[in-house]
T-cell receptor
Framework: DTAVSQTPKYLVTQMGNDKSIKCEQN?????MYWYKQDSKKFLKIMFS???????INETVPNRFSPKSPDKAHLNLHINSLELGDSAVYFC???????????FGPGTRLTVL | QKEVEQNSGPLSVPEGAIASLNCTYS??????FFWYRQYSGKSPELIMS????GDKEDGRFTAQLNKASQYVSLLIRDSQPSDSATYLC????????????????FGQGTILTVHP
């Protein structure tokens, strides 16, 4: 029944490690997004994919690499984690070029 | 100047009062505006959208848009403790000749607390 799901919900790891977050949506949307929400609750877009094609790529360190195997899935791989990467990462989806975005429950990443 | 600005609050109102949340934006040609609500520890959800000057009402919520002054506001009538949340204003950037592909620029959010 879950519309947009993310795994894992919590991720605690050491600096320098590599980790991945997975996202899946069953809403039939063709556009998916990754957002980062920092400790001050500021929500900022990182990437967007439409039908497996990268269409938004904000100024994000290249340690972050998104991958969309199909339009229902969007994963985020992070290399060489840094303290500043600690945040909540939200996946979202929508129909193409629309602004009603449905968010997943978030993944709270803590880098020690 | 930030693209989308909100007073981070916290804004505290008594139950039954009107809560007024404000948002200003920098791009004069912005055409559409959205309010998302985020409960503590949860994900944002869209509650209102507005595209033209004036008021748009949906139940206890009213969005107000003034493009000349570049502000959009959200009024919550008969505020309830269940309205306590962070309210995020979101505006798509405007690109010459093209779509923003669903990209939204969010304000920093206003924390609203409705006390009994």
């Amino acid at each position: 029944d879950t519309a947009v799901s993310q795994t894992p919900k919590y991720l605690v790891t050491q600096m320098g490690n590599d980790k991945s977050i997975k996202c899946e949506q069953n809403l039939g949307h063709d556009t998916m997004y990754w957002y980062k929400q920092d400790s001050k609750k500021f929500l900022k877009i990182m990437f967007s994919y439409n039908n497996k094609e990268l269409i938004i790529n904000e100024t994000v360190p290249n340690r972050f690499s998104p991958k969309s195997p199909d339009k229902a899935h969007l994963n985020l791989h992070i290399n060489s984690l840094e303290l500043g990467d600690s945040a909540v990462y939200f996946c979202a989806s929508s129909h193409r070029n629309t602004y009603e975005q449905f968010f997943g429950p978030g993944t709270r990443l803590t880098v020690l | 100047q930030k693209e989308v600005e909100q007073n981070s609050g916290p804004l505290s109102v008594p139950e039954g009062a009107i809560a007024s949340l404000n948002c200003t934006y920098s791009d004069r040609v912005s055409q559409s505006f959205f309010w998302y609500r985020q409960y503590s520890g949860k994900s944002p959800e869209l509650i209102m959208s507005i595209y033209s000057n004036g008021d748009k009402e949906d139940g206890r919520f009213t969005a107000q848009l003034n493009k000349a002054s570049q502000y959009v506001s959200l009024l919550i009538r008969d505020s309830q403790p269940s309205d306590s949340a962070t309210y995020l204003c979101a505006v798509p950037p405007v690109y010459a000749g093209g779509t923003s592909y669903g990209k939204l620029t969010f304000g920093q959010g206003t924390i609203l607390t409705v006390h009994p």
